[in-house]
C-alpha cells in the first residue's frame, strides 16, 4: 500500500464515511485530546513525506463524510488534523450525511492515487481495518472518480465546516 502513496505523482483522494476508528496507535493521542483539547503534532516520518509529495506538486486530499452532532472520536480527529493533515498541507475537507442524500450512494471507503482505485474495508460496528482491495477496472475508476466529484461538491475545507457549526452540533 505505500508504494501507491509513495508512486503517485498527480493526486491522492481518500475518501473516509464511518463516524469512529478504532486504531491501535491512536489511544495516546486520544487521550491527550481528552486531557487537553488538543493533539500535538505526530512524529511520525510519514508526514514530512506528504508534506514532500505535495511541495512536488501532487495534490492530497482527505474527504470525511460525517453526522452530526459530532461525537467524541470526530471531536479528537478535527484536532489531529489540524496538528498534522492540514500541517502537511493536505486538503481536508467535511461533507454532511445528512444535509446531501447522495452521498449514501458511495458503497465503500476509497483512495485514488492518480489513476488507481483501492477500496478500504472495515468492521464497520468497530471501526478496525480489515483490509484494502486494489481494482484495476477502468468502470470503476470512473464511477469512483464520480463519487470524488460529488463528495468534493458537497464538502468544506475542515476550518470553514468548523467555523459554521453551531454551538449544539458541536
Not at 68 to 82: C, G, I
Not at 146 to 163: N, V
Request: glycine fraction near 6%; aromatic fraction near 10%.
Amino acid at each position: 500500500m505505500i508504494e501507491l502513496y509513495d508512486g503517485a505523482r498527480r493526486s491522492i483522494f481518500r475518501i473516509e464515511l464511518l463516524q469512529s476508528y478504532d486504531w491501535p496507535d491512536e489511544a495516546d493521542r486520544i487521550a491527550e485530546w481528552h486531557e487537553t483539547g488538543k493533539v500535538s503534532p505526530s512524529a511520525d516520518s510519514q508526514w514530512q513525506e506528504v508534506a514532500d509529495q505535495i511541495a512536488a506538486g501532487c495534490t492530497n486530499t482527505l474527504l470525511h463524510v460525517i453526522d452530526l452532532p459530532l461525537n467524541d472520536y470526530l471531536r479528537y480527529e478535527f484536532a489531529a488534523y489540524r496538528a498534522d493533515n492540514l500541517a502537511t498541507g493536505q486538503g481536508v475537507r467535511i461533507a454532511l450525511r445528512d444535509s446531501h442524500p447522495s452521498l449514501a450512494e458511495i458503497p465503500s471507503e476509497f483512495a485514488l492515487f492518480d489513476d488507481t482505485v483501492v477500496w478500504y474495508r472495515y468492521d464497520i460496528a468497530s471501526g478496525v481495518k480489515l483490509g484494502w482491495e486494489l481494482d484495476d477496472d477502468p468502470a470503476v475508476l470512473a464511477s469512483c472518480q464520480g463519487y470524488r466529484d460529488l463528495a468534493m461538491a458537497h464538502s468544506k475545507p475542515l476550518l470553514q465546516f468548523i467555523d459554521e457549526l453551531k454551538d449544539g452540533q458541536r
